[in-house]
């Protein structure tokens, strides 16, 4: 390297290697690419840790109940909470959850094979040091406080761009499948079942926006977001119940298949974010939100009061 090779401002500012051995001026590295610590920009080749596979597995999880939830319930737009509903359980609702769960699976697949190396089950990627990596534009420096070098760039390939795809796969296999199974099966037979799709046209783009604004936080958080959520849909599933006796709540916990589905998987979801914090001793806690529900139900029961 040449004795005059100055270090580049900023802390994601690289130069992009060139032929005969050359560099470029200093500046964003290309997609795939990092900067290392002699600030020349290196093709990203590492593998994905486990911690990186659970989080995209979180994105995953987020969109297929935000599917889940919308077929289960029905509502329209300005009513208030207590016209909330839920469809009964029925051979029909069983097709649409399985519909959900592969148009999740279908899009997850095409993501993956969308990411670099193209057409592969292998991604390649640039790892994550801090959560900085993820706001890169927030760190363009001004040499002499005069013009911003401008070195925006994916430092945490293919995280952000993955995910962001996926989400739009999501909304594709939707419009394809959803409205052939609605008209095929569904049709009459569940009161709105189109609803489902419309609602997701609208928390799709939300989602995207607050991923584009937040994926940093919700990277080092994910694993408390879904404990979290796992414990808030446990407690509002039990609350919606008209009956809160402890004894009945019991029962209609065993005799329902739907009441089954929803208990088992706040035990899949809080059981996920166990294993994201490598705290597996804690495992044996996934079923306690459901049992304390249970127990303290008539408790506070207004009804009481």
């Known amino acids: 390297m040449d004795s005059n ?20 001026e200093c500046g964003a590295c290309d997609r795939g ?5 002699e600030y020349i920009c290196v093709k ?24 889940l939830f919308l077929i289960d319930f029905t509502v329209k737009f300005k009513t208030p909470i207590t016209s909330i509903k839920f469809i009964k359980f029925s051979k029909e609702v069983l097709i649409l959850y399985l519909s959900a769960f592969l148009e999740i699976i279908l899009s997850a697949l095409i993501t993956v094979l969308l990411s ?25 420096p001004s040499p002499r406080y005069e ?6 760039q994916e430092r945490v390939f293919p995280l952000q761009t993955m995910v962001l795809i996926f989400y739009s796969s999501c909304v594709f296999m939707m419009l394809i ?9 569904c049709k009459g037979k569940i009161e709105k079942t189109s609803i489902s799709i419309y609602y997701a046209l609208y928390a799709f783009p939300l989602l995207a926006l607050i991923y584009a604004i937040a994926a940093g936080f919700l990277y080092f958080s994910f694993p408390y977001i879904a404990i979290i959520i796992s414990c808030a849909v446990n407690a509002t599933h039990f609350a919606l119940k008209d009956e809160q006796d402890t004894k009945q709540l019991l029962i209609g916990s065993i005799t329902s298949v739907r009441n089954i589905i929803i208990i ?34 008539k408790y506070t029961n207004p009804d009481n009061y």
Request: overall charge positive; charged content about 15%.
């Open 147 to 152: 013009k911003t070098l401008i070195c925006t």
């Open 264 to 297: 088992v998987g706040n035990w899949l979801l809080f059981s996920f974010g166990i294993v994201s914090i490598k705290k597996y001793y804690l495992l044996l806690l996934a079923p306690i939100p459901t049992i304390f529900y249970i127990l303290t139900a």
């Open 177 to 185: 499948f959803r409205p052939i199974l609605n008209e095929k099966f």
């Open 5 to 24: 090779f100055k270090k580049c401002p900023g802390y994601y500012c690289g130069r992009m290697p060139l032929s005969n051995q050359t560099f470029s």
């Open 116 to 140: 670099e190396p193209r057409f592969s089950f292998e991604i390649h990627s640039c790892g994550v040091s801090s959560i900085s990596d993820f706001y890169t534009y927030f760190f363009n």
């Open 44 to 67: 990203c080749d590492d593998e994905l840790q486990l911690y990186d596979f659970l989080f995209l597995a979180f994105n995953c999880i987020v969109p297929l109940l935000i599917h």
């Open 33 to 37: 690419w990092k900067r290392n610590e």
